[in-house]
């Protein structure tokens, strides 16, 4: 599918692609603060239930009038639910309980690789040596925020088992990011949504009977509210649907560089929740990103 960007629109698409990230990287601080309270597939279950029981009020006429392309598209729903919100879902959070967010945080983003790749393989995405140039140029701004400016910090890296369910999440939401662009759906961009996010539930729901029956309870109390509707709502509701509309005007490829922009925000989320520093390292960092980004977007103008 070819992005929508012409001369008219040409500035809001690559606003989106600054904010979006704004929204999808408080998941980091939904990772970092409601993990303590709500089991890690408790979390992603009751969160994506959530999502769908706040926007299926909106969008339940539009869904009941087209019963038919429902059963058409079912399949392809359960396969979008299952890896946008139920791998992406889960998998960072029960990787947080066994790995770094420095590991998270690398691991991560090789995420757009995988996209380009596989739209490449799958769809005849096309690219060039901007694209290619700039993913690099990202990923080389995101390892030195991540290893603080030092290269002996990665070579001294230590993978456990979370670092394999961060790599499943980051292959998940290449997966969900390329056919969520290229299968065409009847439905409207948030409608669709809503199915994706009930689908989502149900692909969840027998890994939670399990975390529930022979791992951990889920404590159902005020920090258990507060977590579960702050993932729904912000990297839930807004970062889903702003990125959905990233990859309309700008394609699958371009779309998968808000992930390097995610870990800058990660950064600042820091600095401002968890009192850490800003040091020169984040400017050098962010510095590489953005050329990056911009390097990317030259290719579709």
Not at 15 to 38: D, H, K, T
Not at 135 to 148: A, E, F, P, R, S
Request: one cysteine or more; a positive charge.
């Amino acid at each position: 599918m070819k992005p929508l960007v012409t001369k008219r629109n040409n500035l809001y698409p690559y606003l989106l692609l600054f904010v979006q990230p704004i929204f999808m990287a408080s998941n980091i601080i939904v990772a970092r603060g409601g993990v303590e309270y709500v089991p890690p597939v408790s979390l992603a279950f009751w969160r994506w239930l959530t999502v769908f029981l706040i926007l299926v009020p909106f969008f339940f006429e539009e869904i009941i009038k087209k019963k038919k392309q429902f059963k058409k598209e079912s399949l392809k729903l359960f396969f979008l639910g299952f890896t946008g919100c139920g791998v992406c879902g889960a998998f960072p959070f029960i990787a947080g309980m066994s790995t770094t967010m420095a590991n998270m945080g690398i691991i991560y983003t090789s995420s757009p690789i995988f996209i380009i790749l596989l739209s490449v393989l799958f769809f005849k995405d096309k690219i060039n040596l901007s694209r290619i140039l700039g993913l690099i140029i990202c990923l080389l701004g995101v390892l030195t925020i991540i290893c603080k400016g030092d290269l002996t910090y990665l070579i001294n890296f230590k993978f456990t088992s979370g670092d394999l369910w961060m790599l499943g999440a980051a292959i998940g939401w290449a997966v969900y990011s390329i056919f969520l662009i290229n299968w065409k759906s009847s439905y409207s961009l948030m409608a669709r949504f809503t199915l994706i996010a009930f689908f989502g539930a149900i692909s969840l729901f027998p890994f939670y009977l399990i975390e529930e029956s022979f791992f951990f309870n889920t404590s159902f109390n005020d920090n258990f509210l507060f977590w579960v509707l702050f993932a729904a709502i912000s990297p839930g509701i807004i970062a889903f649907t702003l990125y959905t509309k990233v990859q309309k005007y700008v394609g699958a490829s371009l779309a998968g560089f808000t992930l390097y922009i995610f870990s800058i925000y990660s950064a600042i989320y820091g600095i401002i929740l968890f009192d850490e520093m800003l040091l020169s390292f984040h400017y050098y960092g962010a510095a590489f990103v953005f050329i990056g980004v911009y390097l990317a977007r030259k290719i579709i103008k």
